[in-house]
């Protein structure tokens, strides 16, 4: 037996599963009943009477202490609803006491699960909750596909005739700085054998990783691509995204149209507006020449306040003139529906607050 720290099951997928079984022996058949159970039911307690005896003897013999593997199971220590009860927003605590945040947002009649891919971010965007908190760590595939399963099992619960159809990366953290275990959970979460969200239901939301843009277009990735631009030239842009700085603007522009001539897929760009800082005219126009050529939608987002940032959301007025251009440049470009801000929903923001209440 392995004296290594002990490994989540949730970091395997099939073929990981079907690997450690046949590594002690157990036959690779018995990994479709061990898969079902951990993804498709989102079961924590293993002891099934349904597993035939060598599955039970490896999981008796493997799982559980120090016996090889864990599962990732974080715990909910804050729960927020907003007042109509669609949008519930979870912080979770991970094995070693770290916490992030997990949304289940219902609108438009889907349900859609926000996640984090790390705890902490190092991007330290201005604006962003999370941003202002830094770094801590990435998170492992497990951690991340645990997120999911949490949202499953409350719907399963408290809603059990709808079923989770979206998933994005907008919770806390860069998901193309952790590219190997979002990717790798992506695997997992999309495979239909197990939780099953298909690929066309993902998006994975970046502040402008270039390399990792490029390389999901090489790689194929059939994932959704939402890229946070929040400025259309380089001043306005890293006033706001300090990384701007190491991935500038053009890059940015040039890559993400690589990427669109290489997948054939429209790319999702958000825009955080905010009062004298991104919502002028001027910018919009100057928006709408960048993109020239991008198959693009803009999704404007109203700035939530956060404690370290002192900057307002634009006005009604101003946001609308900015969509006008937008949209008569034959740009779609709808705004993010508020959905949540009364639970704190922005990112980063529970834990924010949470902080505060125990300092
Ligand atoms: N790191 C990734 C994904 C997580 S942030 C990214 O930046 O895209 C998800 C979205 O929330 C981003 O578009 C981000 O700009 C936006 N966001 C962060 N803080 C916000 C705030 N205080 N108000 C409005 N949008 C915010
Ligand atoms: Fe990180 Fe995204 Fe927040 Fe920027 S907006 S600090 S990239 S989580």
Redesign the pocket.
């Known amino acids: 037996m392995s004296q290594s720290a002990p490994r989540s099951l949730h970091d395997l997928g099939y073929a990981g599963i079907e690997r450690e079984l046949a590594a002690d022996g157990v036959k690779r058949h018995h990994a479709k009943a061990l898969h079902r159970s951990l993804y498709r039911e989102g079961n924590l307690d293993l002891s099934r009477p349904d597993f035939l005896p060598p599955l039970r003897q490896w999981i008796e013999r493997r799982v559980g202490g120090e016996k090889g593997f864990t599962l990732d199971a974080p715990e909910v220590v804050d729960e927020t609803r907003s007042s109509d009860g669609l949008t519930r927003k979870y912080l979770l605590r991970l094995q070693d006491g770290q916490t992030i945040e997990t949304v289940l947002m219902g609108y438009d009649n889907r349900l859609t699960a926000c996640i984090s891919s790390q705890a902490g971010?190092a991007?330290g965007?201005v604006?962003?909750?999370?941003g202002q908190m830094g770094f801590v760590r990435h998170l492992r595939p497990g951690e991340i596909v645990a997120q999911v399963l949490h949202v499953q099992r409350v719907i399963r619960a408290d809603m059990p005739d709808r079923r989770l159809r979206n998933l994005v990366?907008?919770?806390m953290?860069?998901?193309l700085h952790n590219y190997n275990s979002v990717m790798h959970a992506l695997d997992i979460i999309s495979d239909c054998r197990g939780v099953g969200i298909g690929p066309a239901f993902i998006s994975v939301?970046?502040?402008g990783v270039v390399p990792a843009i490029l390389r999901m277009a090489e790689e194929g990735l059939p994932y959704n691509l939402?890229v946070?631009l929040?400025g259309s030239s380089e001043g306005e842009r890293s006033a706001l995204i300090p990384v701007s700085k190491k991935w500038p603007l053009a890059d940015l522009v040039e890559a993400c149209r690589s990427y669109g001539a290489t997948t054939g897929r429209r790319i999702f760009f958000?825009w955080?507006l905010i009062a004298g800082k991104n919502d002028s005219p001027e910018t919009a126009h100057r928006l709408v020449d960048l993109l020239k050529g991008i198959d693009s939608h803009i999704n404007l987002?109203?700035?939530?306040p956060?404690a370290g940032f002192d900057g307002t959301t634009a006005q009604t007025a101003a946001a609308l003139e900015f969509q006008r251009i937008i949209k008569e440049a034959g740009i779609p470009c709808t705004f993010r529906q508020r959905r949540g801000i009364d639970v704190a929903a922005?990112?980063g923001q529970l834990k924010a607050n949470r902080l505060h209440k125990t300092a």
């Open positions: 971010c991007m965007c604006f962003c909750a999370t990366f907008m919770g953290g860069e998901p939301s970046t502040v939402a946070s929040h958000g955080t987002i109203p700035l939530n956060t922005g990112c």
